[in-house]
Every structure is written in C-alpha cells, then in structure tokens.
C-alpha cells in the first residue's frame, strides 16, 4: 500500500489523540462551490471573504460519531445548522490533516454539540503549506500587531475604530469605499502609543482570543505576555480594520521556525469595546453561510 495511502487511513489514530489530550478541531465553512456567503442587499463583492478557522474542542470519536462543541467568541455562541458544509483542520505536533465534512445535527445550546460526517477522505499538509492546500483553498485573513506602550491610550484608539466602520456600515454598500491594504499599515490620526510591528497570519479564532502564524524574518518580535496593539483584517465583510488590544499568552516554534502565537483578547481598558469586536465577529459568520 502507498505511504500516502497509509498516512490517510490514520486520521481517527489522529483524532483519537486530540480527543484524548482535550484538544479542538479547526473547522471553517467551505464556501467552494460559491454558494456559502451571503451578501447585504444592493452589494458587489470586490473581493472574496477571508476564512476563519474556529478551534472547537472535541466531545467525542467513537465510531461514526464525531461530536464538537458549538465554535464561540467572547461569550457568545456562533449558531451552526444542520446540512453545513465545513472544511475541517486536525493537528497532533507537525501532522496536519485536512478534510471537509457536514453537521448531521445539532444539539442547541452553549453546552450542545454538533455532529460532523466522518472524512471519506483526507489530505495531509504541513503547516507550511497550510493557506495552500488544494483541499481547503483557505484564505486567512492578515493581521498586523505593533507592540503596545502604554494601553490607556488605546482607549480612544478603540474608539475611533467603532466609528469608522459604524459610518462604513452606515453607507449604501455600493458607495462604501475600497480600503487599499496600505490602510492596514497606517494607524490613522487618533493612534495608540506603539513601537515595533510585526506582520502575520490569522490562524485561528477561539472563545476569548486568536492564534497567529508568523513568519521567521519576525518572529523576534513576539513577546510573550506583552500587549499589542492588533489589528485584524476582515474586509469586506468588516469594511475596516477591527482594532482591539491583546496579549500573547504562549508561543511555539515549527519545524520552519514559523512562530505559533496565542493572543488573548484585553477589553479591562475599553470594556465597551467588547459588545462591538463580539458584533462583528458575528455579523462576519452570519455573511459566511451560517
């Protein structure tokens, strides 16, 4: 039997361990076949939605059962239906398998589950190929952290990102300007006190926080336990850059000395600014397909 042949035989061996060690899948919606995002009335999509990939915790893989919790952001539960398409990420150290799936059901609630098909087949990747995979065909979005000095002045910082993208929404879509990705390296005139940035890639979303990918030739720049000021870019859905501030709570190297960063979301400073980052988040998966 073909080595590849074998390695794609072994994704319940896989799955297996990541329930065992209480770890998550990754799943986004699978929007390939260009049905699955749905657009505001009288709006032309310039460009196609990035993916964000969700960590939910594994419940169960036994059989043909694969139960995962509901995905959740700061509180709030993401409602997923029944006959949902999803492209589906599982990791044990360097190994990553990839495959798509379909809810079977739906438990509701913030404890419910949800009931994934099991892979008929799946692909192996490492992660640096990971935003290449023919498979998943993910676009994750890019993200832009600049290291923090003092977060009282985040403050207003926050505060002038809730209004430009209020008075974006406000417009008719079609009149809305297109922000070039210049914007995301520009802090605008009402800035947070920041030094050193650094560039990455939105791997992940969980409850409270993200997880980054960032490349080698920045890397010395992420610091655990630091602040940093972050913007993530999730246009069109989000006109704007939505800006908030964070902290890196662990990091890991791969084996391309790509660094794998934690951040948790830090709202004790603005804790208006929690509703708003949790709104958009969820007017981002309502226009995903759920």
Not at 167 to 187: G, H, I, T
Request: proline content about 8%.
């Amino acid at each position: 039997m073909p080595a590849s042949r074998r390695r794609g035989e072994r994704w319940r061996e896989t799955l297996d361990q990541i329930r065992e060690r209480g770890g998550s899948l990754e799943i986004t919606i699978d929007r390939r076949g260009g049905e699955g995002f749905r657009t505001e009335p009288g709006e032309t999509v310039r460009q196609p939605p990035p993916d964000l990939l969700w960590r939910v915790r594994v419940r169960q893989s036994k059989g043909e059962r694969i139960l995962v919790e509901h995905p959740a952001a700061l509180g709030r539960t993401i409602d997923i239906k029944a006959g949902q398409r999803l492209v589906c990420v599982m990791s044990v150290g360097q190994n990553r398998w990839i495959f798509t799936s379909e809810v079977k059901s739906v438990t509701p609630g913030r404890d419910g589950v949800l009931e994934l098909d099991p892979p008929t087949r799946v692909e192996r990747a490492t992660r640096r190929v990971q935003s290449r995979v023919s498979t998943s065909q993910l676009n994750l979005p890019a993200v832009r952290c600049w290291l923090l000095r003092d977060p009282i002045t985040a403050v207003p910082a926050e505060a002038a990102s809730r209004d430009r993208i209020n008075e974006l929404l406000a417009m008719p879509p079609a009149s809305r300007p297109e922000l070039p990705d210049e914007a995301l390296d520009s802090l605008g005139e009402i800035a947070p006190d920041v030094g050193a940035a650094f560039k990455a890639e939105l791997a992940n979303i969980g409850g409270g926080g993200i997880g980054l990918k960032v490349g080698p030739e920045e890397s010395s720049l992420v610091e655990s336990s630091k602040l940093y000021w972050t913007r993530l870019d999730l246009r069109p859905t989000i006109p704007a850059p939505l800006d908030l501030v964070s902290r890196i709570a662990h990091t890991h190297l791969d084996s391309q000395q790509n660094t794998y960063a934690g951040l948790a979301f830090e709202f004790g400073f603005d804790p208006a600014h929690k509703a708003f980052v949790a709104d958009q988040i969820e007017r981002f998966m309502r226009q995903a397909g759920l």
